[in-house]
T-cell receptor, first 112, second 114 residues
Framework: KAGVTQTPRYLIKTRGQQVTLSCSPI?????VSWYQQTPGQGLQFLFE???????NKGNFPGRFSGRQFSNSRSEMNVSTLELGDSALYLC???????????FGPGTRLLVL | AQSVTQLGSHVSVSEGALVLLRCNYS??????LFWYVQYPNQGLQLLLK??????LVKGINGFEAEFKKSETSFHLTKPSAHMSDAAEYFC????????????FGTGTRLTVIP
C-alpha cells in the first residue's frame, strides 16, 4: 500500500497570507490527524477528522482549520499567517479507531 | 491528562554500544505507548508500540522497549548501535479511551560515533 502523502512538501509565504496544505491517507484509512512540529514547541496535535467530521481538536487558534472529503483526503488551512506558524506540518492516518497512526513526510512551511 | 518526558535531548553512543533512550509518561487512563523515529527532512516512522499484553515489545531495526507500569516508563533500547540509527526519537502516549490523539515527548537526538 502507498503511504501517507502530503503536498506540497515545501512552501514559502509572507505574513498575512493564507495557506492550504493537503494530505492523502493510506488507502482504506478514514481518520486523518494533523500535527505541527516546531523547534520550540515540539510536536503538537492540531485536529483529527474521521468520515468528514472533526472528531478531536487541539489547542490552536481559529486561524487553523481543516476539512475532510468523502475520499478521506484532508486539507488544513491557516489564515492570516504569522511568523510563528513556520513549522513542519505532519499528517497522519489510521483505520477508524485503530491506535496506530502512520505519518506522511510533512509539509515544511516558512513564513517570512 | 497525558504527558511524556524524555530524559536527555541529546544522546551519543559509540557504534556497537548499547542504546538506551528514556521515556516516562503520565496518563490519567490506561495508555497506549509508542516510539517513533524521525530522520532528517522526513516524517515520523513507527518503531514499536505497546497496547496490551506482553510488556516487552520488539520493533523494527532491532529496537525494543519495556512497559513498566510501576515506574510509568517505556524506555527504548537496542543492544548494538549502528551508524544508520542516528536520528531523532520521539516517545508518545495516547489514552486507550476517548479522544486518542498522540502526546509527544520533546525528542532525543541520537548520535552514533564511529
Amino acid at each position: 500500500k502507498a503511504g501517507v502523502t502530503q503536498t506540497p512538501r515545501y512552501l514559502i509565504k509572507t505574513r498575512g497570507q493564507q495557506v492550504t496544505l493537503s494530505c492523502s491517507p493510506i488507502s482504506g484509512h478514514r481518520s486523518v490527524s494533523w500535527y505541527q512540529q516546531t523547534p520550540g514547541q515540539g510536536l503538537q496535535f492540531l485536529f483529527e477528522y474521521f468520515s468528514e467530521t472533526q472528531r478531536n481538536k487541539g489547542n490552536f487558534p481559529g486561524r487553523f482549520s481543516g476539512r475532510q472529503f468523502s475520499n478521506s483526503r484532508s486539507e488544513m488551512n491557516v489564515s492570516t499567517l504569522e511568523l510563528g506558524d513556520s513549522a513542519l506540518y505532519l499528517c497522519a492516518s489510521r483505520a477508524g479507531t485503530e491506535e496506530t497512526q502512520y505519518f506522511g513526510p510533512g509539509t515544511r512551511l516558512l513564513v517570512l | 491528562a497525558q504527558s511524556v518526558t524524555q530524559l536527555g535531548s541529546h544522546v551519543s553512543v559509540s557504534e556497537g554500544a548499547l542504546v538506551l533512550l528514556r521515556c516516562n509518561y503520565s496518563s490519567s487512563v490506561p495508555p497506549y505507548l509508542f516510539w517513533y523515529v524521525q530522520y532528517p527532512n522526513q516524517g515520523l516512522q513507527l518503531l514499536l508500540k505497546y497496547t496490551t499484553g506482553a510488556t516487552l515489545v520488539k520493533g523494527i531495526n532491532g529496537f525494543e522497549a519495556e512497559f513498566k507500569k510501576s515506574e510509568t516508563s517505556f524506555h527504548l533500547t537496542k543492544p548494538s548501535a549502528h551508524m544508520s540509527d542516528a536520528a531523532e526519537y520521539f516517545c508518545a502516549v495516547s489514552p486507550q479511551t476517548g479522544a486518542n490523539n498522540l502526546f509527544f515527548g520533546t525528542g532525543t537526538r541520537l548520535t552514533v560515533i564511529p
